[in-house]
Nanobody, 125 residues
């Protein structure tokens, strides 16, 4: 049974920072891509960032590039999303996800098979 647990969400003022963590269990963590997605109220879940199973490459949505950084620690089965210069439009529930077998890195939600419960990020103006 694969389980993902996100933490680190909260309320922050615009311009502030938050660090989201996601810890995975039940799967060989280092063999899979990891991704972060977010869902704002009344909107669809969208891609935020992804990291290669080796940690050697990353993808970002255009809206967060230059402000967010994804990283992973395979020894701790953990993926991190460092979010800086936050904007009110970053307000959403943030989900981490593990890639399907043989997916090394992807922006597409259908390439991810296990998802966390999500953590709320609220950015006030």
């Amino acid at each position: 049974q694969v389980q993902l647990a996100e933490s680190g969400g909260g309320l922050v003022q615009a311009g502030g920072s938050l660090r989201l963590s996601c810890t995975a269990s039940g799967r060989t963590f280092s063999s899979t891509a990891m991704g972060w997605f977010r869902q704002a109220p009344g909107k669809e879940r969208v891609f935020v960032a992804a990291i290669h199973q080796s940690g050697g490459s990353t993808y970002y949505a255009g809206s967060v590039k230059g402000r967010f950084t994804i990283s992973r620690d395979n020894a701790k089965n953990m993926v991190i999303l460092q979010m800086n210069s936050l904007k009110p439009e970053d307000t959403a529930v943030y989900f981490c996800a593990t890639g399907r077998d043989n997916i090394l890195i992807s922006r597409m939600s259908y390439d991810y098979d296990y998802w966390g419960q999500g953590t709320q990020v609220t950015v006030s103006s």
